[in-house]
């Protein structure tokens, strides 16, 4: 028995255990823009690779020189992106599972955007996935209510004074609303996007989270999630990318007739 535990079970057990980092590693570098700074490694990899194996003893010497100090540069300019991957990290968002919305939330939220996008009223709604969003919803103010189209619709009325902000949808519930975003820090962003978009982008850079935006301007509906957004989305659009994104069981639509009015 011991035998077989140290020749088969804990190898794979090794193997198993590193592909597991490696794919959740993956997955954090992919959401935030750090996935540049892995492409930029591997490109001098490879160049050192090559001139190792061809003997180009000039630029292996020179590449040698100048590897720690490019290593340092990276580390400098890729600095937000590391300190995102950190954050998540700390945040749990390895292993953390948190309670998915049900269909009829989202349908209400849903239904809340198209009410708000025919008045052409902006609104930010923001799903918490696996990233909590404690430290988000501490810069507003505090609900813990049901999701109702009613209670969005009020909040983000005009003038109003929680409408400037977003709203975080937790755990099924409305925690909080009136909350502040972190500004997108991308450079290529279109400039026509107010700070509404900017905000749910920033978030997204941030969070696994999933932000619903109504432009105030044109009545666009947009989602923002894994560093990107999408912008002029159909209302099915948005409901089909709602439940892929919060896993919503298959059958859900059984809980469509428990969204709220």
């Not at 930010?124 to 209670?151: C, Q």
Request: hydrophobic residues 50%; aromatic residues 8%; contains cysteine.
């Amino acid at each position: 028995m011991g035998r077989i535990l140290s020749d088969y079970l804990r190898p794979a057990l090794d193997i198993l255990l590193l592909a597991f980092l490696l794919y959740k590693t993956y997955e954090l570098l992919v959401r935030t823009q750090a996935i540049q700074l892995v492409k930029g490694a591997l490109i001098l990899a490879g160049f050192y690779a090559i001139a190792f194996f061809l003997q180009l003893s000039t630029v292996t010497w020179v590449l040698n020189i100048l590897a720690p100090g490019l290593v340092i540069a990276l580390a400098i300019v890729f600095q937000p992106e590391l300190r995102k991957i950190f954050v998540r990290i700390g945040q749990g968002s390895f292993l953390r599972t948190g309670a998915r919305p049900r269909i009829g939330q989202i349908e209400a939220a849903l239904n809340a955007a198209e009410a708000l996008s025919a008045k052409r009223r902006g609104a930010l709604i923001v799903f918490a996935r696996n990233v909590g969003l404690k430290n988000v919803a501490d810069t507003g103010t505090r609900l813990d209510a049901l999701v109702s189209s009613s209670l969005l619709v009020s909040i983000f009325a005009f003038d109003t004074p929680l409408h400037d902000g977003a709203v975080v949808i937790q755990d099924g519930r409305v925690t909080a609303a009136g909350c502040l975003l972190p500004l997108s820090e991308q450079q290529d962003i279109r400039k026509s996007f107010g700070t509404r978009h900017r905000a749910a982008l920033g978030l997204s850079e941030e969070a696994d989270a999933v932000v619903l935006v109504v432009s105030e301007e044109t009545g666009a509906l947009s989602l923002a999630y894994d560093s990107k957004l999408y912008y002029g989305l159909s209302p099915e659009q948005v409901r089909r990318r709602l439940g892929e994104l919060l896993e919503l069981p298959p059958g859900g639509e059984a809980d469509a007739a428990e969204a709220f009015e």
